[in-house]
């Protein structure tokens, strides 16, 4: 082609590179409110409406995919159909425990504008991050009208209250802080569960000694925040629930000796504990419950993981008190019940609000609550729910929720407290202490991983209300 | 002369419009490096070398960029060489069911990153898996080979396993090299004049198959740099964070710490370290090209 021409196929080429990119940045932008969507979405992408007009929808976005939860949710969803049946019922649910993955599918349909009716999140920090990006309404009235907001602890209001107003409304209450044995080496060899750090590290001598092939502690670092909950009963030990939920808002003061030396107690028990062999060594290819599989099946002796790991050993048909047991840690010199709490939300320009409220009203009731977390593995978030579960663990967990309400405080792990942005490179943190063990390195780190993701300024809300 | 000039505005037109959005993207994620997007809001303030900053002073980093650049040399070579290695077996040597073999070669590459790092995963489980448990039989004691526990193997268990998957696609690659009119006559002679075996790899073929050479080194250097699946599904960067690419931190901070601008920071590293590696291979391929 003559030169003429090859410049009039450029000039083309940067004309539609200008024409596309400023079209795809205005129509990709978020600005101001987002637009309510006021007529059904007619295409057949997953989580859009495909019904035809008349017929209400309920589009809701979960992580309950694994075992026990699954069966939880459809008997949720069984109910809500019970009570609605010309609601539709339209379930997104994105496996990964935690929201990890939903959270990355979240992000992008939020802010393109195209929200679901209601969603799955954690509570605090969590909670409060789809708040601080506006895409949530208030669900006061939610909480009122069902006495949601007279039955329930004084924390488990304080993670779901932003500015004035309720963001979410809880459905299931896990407790982190159990640990989990085999029942069976135990009575062998005649120990008894520890209820202190001291008597953890003895019994994991004995058993060291005595049977060299199992290991005292199992763990599964696959994803790197099982350690988190060893961690946290070692800090709740040395330093007590108020300083926890100091240490996780980034309210410790790394200059002062006294103020750190709980966390480098705990630090340096950790230590020792690998060090000395009770942890199992291969944990970075384990998943957690390929941890409590090590336990069940007698290959290590205790594991430190929350009361989900029930539903583990209940679905794989081992026996409470004959194949395994688990006692709350630590239980001197407080005994603490660390709080994870699930709940859902109301997005802004929910395609079908009125099915949304609904749905968040029948969690809130307390019968519902108590069928969901029977199944679940978990307990109900309201006070005046029935408490007749079938095993002992989770009556413990009722009764001392109930005694002690002041007591139960929220886990650090889910990015209640300290925001994921720290957590992330906390456990990252954390995995690289298991396997190279070095306490001064890791509290200088730690002292300036607080600063670097800003975690007091952002935890300024848990200590502001009343 | 005119209509020629149509047809090749109708039919360049959807490329250009794709390659558009493409460029755009580009650019679109290099400014958002300069924002303070955090959270689930976009923010499209700008920030300066904020999260640059940030970036440069975090030891994750570090450990991603040594690891990029270790994939770089220690995934390469072994590839290329086992490649050309085979793929000469199999051009000269093998008759019958030469194309049988270069399949079960091939099948490898065929794998989606996810299989391959669950199978390999497996295989190098530390209590259960099949290497130690080969050795273990043999009497060899593998209570010191961690492999994808160790945090000093790590990587290099990793990078085993690419190779494993992409030893096919450089066998491929060097045979329709072997095959094509230049280099085959070249062999064809040399044949005839006695030569075989190593004397006629080292000192014919390998002088001459450059070019494919460098096709293959480019390719695997792009796939080092984008190595993401693997990481993601045999260790999480673990253990500790001694498996960290770029990629994966990328990842990471933007949907797990949602420091969207971070992500988009290390994201410009990418581009650019792959910008280092494509710029001179598009030159040398444009500089053949125009010979021609």
Not at chain 1, 33 to 51: E, H, Q
Not at chain 1, 380 to 393: E, G
Not at chain 2, 215 to 230: G, M, N, P, T
Request: aromatic share 16%; proline share 6%.
């Amino acid at each position: 082609m003559s030169p003429v021409k090859t410049s009039y196929l450029v000039a083309a080429f940067i004309i539609i590179i200008i024409i596309v990119g400023v079209g795809a940045f205005f129509a990709g932008r978020a600005t101001a409110p987002l637009k309510t969507i006021t007529s059904p979405i007619t295409s057949s992408a997953p989580g859009t409406s495909t019904t035809s007009p008349g017929q209400e929808e309920l589009i809701i976005f979960h992580w309950w995919t694994a075992g026990g939860e699954k069966q939880a949710i459809e008997k949720l969803f069984q109910i809500y159909h019970e009570k609605y049946p010309n609601i539709k019922i339209v379930p997104n649910p994105i496996p990964g425990g935690g929201g990890v993955n939903l959270k990355a599918v979240l992000m992008s349909r939020l802010s393109a504008g195209i929200p679901p009716d209601t969603f799955q999140s954690l509570s605090g920090a969590e909670l409060k991050s789809y708040v601080d990006a506006g895409y949530l309404q208030p669900v006061d009235q939610i909480w009122k009208e069902t006495g949601l907001i007279n039955h329930v602890p004084p924390l488990l209001k304080k993670v779901s209250y932003f500015y004035g107003h309720f963001y979410g409304v809880p459905i299931s209450v896990h407790r982190a802080n159990w640990l989990w044995y085999n029942k069976k080496i135990f009575d062998q060899l005649g120990l008894k569960p520890p209820t202190t750090v001291p008597e953890l590290l003895q019994v994991c001598k004995t058993i060291k000694e005595k049977m060299p092939n199992v290991w005292p502690i199992a763990l599964g670092m696959r994803e790197k925040w099982e350690i988190v909950f060893i961690f946290d009963d070692l800090l709740l030990y040395y330093g007590g629930p108020q300083y926890y939920q100091r240490f996780y808002t980034g309210r410790v003061n790394f200059n002062n000796q006294t103020d750190v030396k709980p966390v480098e107690e705990a630090l340096q028990t950790l230590e020792t504990m690998i060090k000395d062999g009770y942890i199992y060594p291969y944990s970075a290819s384990l998943t957690w419950d390929q941890s409590v599989a090590l336990v069940a099946h007698g290959k290590a002796a205790m594991v430190f993981i929350g009361d989900f790991a029930l539903g583990y050993f209940l679905a794989n048909g081992y026996k409470p008190g004959v194949d395994f047991d688990g006692v709350p840690f630590p239980q001197k010199p407080t005994e603490v019940f660390l709080m994870i709490v699930d709940e859902f939300t109301l997005p802004k320009g929910a395609p079908h609000e009125d099915a949304a409220i609904k749905w968040l009203k029948l969690l809130a009731d307390p019968q519902a609550e108590f069928e969901f977390t029977k199944i679940k593995g978990s307990i109900a978030p309201r006070l005046d729910a029935p408490t007749n579960y079938p095993d002992k663990f989770r009556q413990e967990n009722v009764k001392f929720y109930r005694e002690h309400p002041n007591l139960v405080i929220p886990m650090s792990a889910h990015g209640v407290l300290a925001p994921l942005a720290f957590l992330r490179d906390y456990f990252d943190l954390m995995a690289q202490f298991v396997t190279q063990p070095n306490v001064d390195q890791t509290i200088h780190q730690l002292s300036q991983l607080f600063v670097k993701d800003m975690v007091k300024e952002q935890s300024e809300w848990y200590w502001s209300q009343s | 002369m005119k209509a020629s000039y149509r047809y090749a505005i109708i039919f360049l037109t959807p490329l250009f419009f794709i390659l558009g959005i493409l460029y755009f993207m580009t650019f679109w994620t290099i400014y958002i490096s300069f924002t303070n997007w955090v959270g689930m809001r976009p923010n499209y303030q700008l920030a300066g070398l904020k999260w640059y900053s940030y970036m440069l002073s975090s030891d994750k980093f570090w450990v991603s960029l040594k690891n990029n650049l270790l994939w770089l040399v220690v995934f390469i070579v072994p590839t290329a060489i086992l490649g050309l290695l085979i793929a000469y077996v199999l051009e000269l040597y093998i008759v019958r069911g030469e194309s049988i073999y270069r399949t079960i070669f091939l099948y490898p590459t065929a794998l989606s990153f996810v299989v391959t790092g669950t199978l390999w995963a497996w295989i190098y489980d530390p209590a259960n898996g099949v290497i130690n448990s080969i050795l273990s039989r043999l009497g060899i004691d593998t209570s010191h080979l961690g492999w994808i526990c160790d945090p000093n193997i790590a990587t290099y268990c990793l990078i085993a396993a690419a190779i494993w998957q992409y030893t096919g696609f450089a066998i491929v690659l060097f045979q329709s090299a072997l095959r094509g009119g230049y280099l085959k006559s070249i062999i064809e002679a040399a044949l005839v004049d006695g030569a075989h075996g190593w004397r006629l790899l080292w000192y014919v073929i390998v002088p001459n198959i450059r070019s494919a050479f460098v096709i293959v080194a480019a390719l695997l250097a792009i796939f080092s740099l984008k190595v993401f699946d693997l990481v993601y599904v045999m260790t999480q960067g673990g253990p500790g964070i001694s498996t960290y690419v770029l990629a994966f931190y990328m990842y990471m901070a933007t949907f797990w710490k949602e420091m969207v601008s971070l992500g988009a920071a290390i994201s410009v590293v990418i581009f650019a370290l792959s910008m280092i590696i494509i710029i001179p291979y598009s030159y040398y391929a444009l500089k053949r090209w125009l010979m021609k």
